[in-house]
């Protein structure tokens, strides 16, 4: 079962006490913007096969939202942070480089 | 090829059965082909048999990166049924599964397909108005179904406890002419129609990236060298927003394991394939006496084939209140398929940003039962530029909007 560190509460969590919210780091588009822009954040999603950054909702628990780097192909958790960020922190992803070689963020976004 | 029939039979029977050739040719990729499919799967072979069947294109790869019908062709519940609520939806399934009531006959190849009968619980007042409203669409689109009640669900289906406590059944929506079929056959009776038709079936070969020049395609890089094409159909279900990234654009598409599991082999008890969409849980019985069981997708996205355990507890608990006599069986394996969820849970067949690469993907949890009707629609998309089924159903309906919503008619389970 998927161990979730919560950044707010402090607590590992189980999966079955998460719930999944999908990609981390959109960006907001509101009224205003173009069907593009919408399409972009509403639908399209990087999907990678590889570390991907997403955010879950610690449901039965306390309450509040993190976001949580993880390879979506070998499960490995690289480190969950709060969700009151732009991008994520340094030592997660220095973390991941170390383990990915030749992966950056920059590449994705 | 050596057409199968009885005959075919007796006669090797009188030589050790050692007349049989292989059912398809295994060859060495050429440099070029018209058109290049990824993904050996039922919906990827399905393509490239109807291409050359209905448009006589045959110099066709299909080129896979593992086994044929190793994906989610080979671990599915195989069931099929048409009974959507959207148009569009009800066209392109029905088409699927009236090709499927011939397609044993048509590949010369036992499918298997055997139409015992869908019946889709409604376990809530909101499914019960959901159901009723899809038997009304239905009768419009040419779709035989019914809404039935609680008796004749028992009626149909003995072994099921209507009385809840939890989750009475309240009745059901029946399509007597649903059924299931032997997925790996599809995959294999088409490959042989393929390979029959001079189409190279290249397997253990494995795309690496897309090359495109000026805006088009112009061949894949492949771990067996690189083949050129002037036109590139990814058909690879879960892994879409891989093979799409390699040419250069997104999919609204999202990538979740699905599981199923199969009990011991018990005696025959249940003729039928019973869905039950509240608790997230589906069932019929195979021809060898196991209970196929089916659930929900894991919650988060992964490529692992393998799945959250937790998700298989919740679905055999959740089936056991309905079918009481399942809670003494072993459950004999379990697997995981990785699923291409859409935003609107309707599949994506369409051209994309790159000129000369369509994709058929986003068929999520619930595209066996589309195999024969995705082929003859994404074969005349590729063939022609433009096919009647494949309209609605094009990847730029999000930006505007056009949902084919079909949450209440297929809910999670598909």
């Not at chain 2, 075919?8 to 070029?32: M, N, V, Y």
Request: charged letters at 20%; one cysteine or more; glycine letters at 12%.
């Amino acid at each position: 079962m998927l161990i979730l560190h919560c950044p707010n509460c402090g607590r590992d969590v189980d999966e079955t006490d998460l719930h999944s919210g999908g990609e981390a780091h959109l960006k907001r588009f509101g009224p205003g913007s173009s069907d593009q822009e919408f399409e972009d954040y509403l639908f399209m999603r990087e999907n990678p096969k590889g570390v991907h950054f997403e955010r879950w909702h610690h449901s039965f628990g306390c309450g509040k939202w993190f976001l949580a780097a993880r390879c979506t192909n070998t499960l490995e958790v690289f480190g969950t942070y709060s969700a009151q960020t732009l991008e994520p922190p340094k030592e997660i992803l220095d973390r991941i480089t170390a383990a990915r070689p030749g992966w950056s963020w920059g590449a994705l976004k | 090829m050596k057409r199968y029939s009885a005959f075919a039979i007796a006669k090797e029977a009188f030589r050790q059965h050692t007349g049989w050739d292989r059912a398809w040719r295994s060859p060495e990729p050429k440099k070029k082909y018209d058109v290049i499919i990824v993904g050996a799967g039922g919906h990827g072979l399905a393509t490239a048999y109807f291409l050359g069947k209905n448009f006589g294109i045959t110099n066709v790869a299909v080129i896979e990166k593992g086994w044929l019908g190793g994906g989610n062709t080979g671990r599915n519940t195989t069931i099929i049924r048409s009974n959507y609520l959207q148009d569009p939806s009800a066209a392109i399934y029905e088409k699927a599964r009236s090709l499927y009531e011939t397609m044993s006959q048509d590949l010369n190849y036992n499918v298997m397909f055997s139409p015992r009968g869908v019946l889709m619980l409604a376990q809530t007042e909101h499914e019960v108005r959901g159901y009723k409203r899809t038997a009304h669409a239905n009768s419009l689109q040419g779709v035989t179904t019914e809404w039935v009640g609680p008796q004749k669900v028992k009626e149909i289906c003995p072994i099921m406890n209507i009385d809840g406590p939890r989750y009475p059944v309240l009745g059901g929506l029946w399509q007597a002419r649903g059924g299931t079929a032997r997925h790996d056959a599809v995959a294999w009776g088409y490959a042989r129609a393929c390979s029959d038709m001079g189409m190279d079936v290249i397997q253990q070969c494995e795309v690496t990236g897309v090359t495109t020049s000026g805006g088009k395609v112009t061949g894949v890089n492949t771990t067996k060298g690189d083949i050129a094409c002037d036109k590139l159909g990814m058909v690879v279900a879960g892994h879409a927003s891989v093979l799409a990234s390699m040419a250069g654009f997104q999919l609204p598409i999202e990538s979740v394991p699905l599981q199923a599991l199969v009990s011991e082999p018990i005696k025959p008890c249940m003729d039928i394939v019973v869905m039950a969409n509240t608790v997230h849980g589906y069932m019929s019985q195979s021809d060898k006496g196991e209970m196929v069981i089916g659930g929900g997708t894991d919650g988060h996205n992964a490529y692992t084939q393998r799945g959250s355990f937790h998700h298989i507890e919740e679905t055999v608990r959740a089936l056991v209140e309905t079918f009481p006599m399942i809670a003494n069986l072993k459950m004999l394996r379990q697997w995981g398929g990785i699923v291409d969820v859409t935003g609107d849970r309707s599949p994506i067949l369409s051209k994309t940003p790159v000129e000369g690469i369509f994709v058929n993907c986003g068929w999520g949890t619930g595209g066996f039962k589309a195999i024969p009707g995705s082929g003859w629609a994404m074969a005349e998309l590729m063939a022609k530029g433009h096919s009647p089924l494949t309209e609605e159903f094009n990847m730029f309906r999000f930006r505007e909007g056009k949902f084919i919503d079909e949450s209440v008619a297929a809910g999670v389970a598909h």
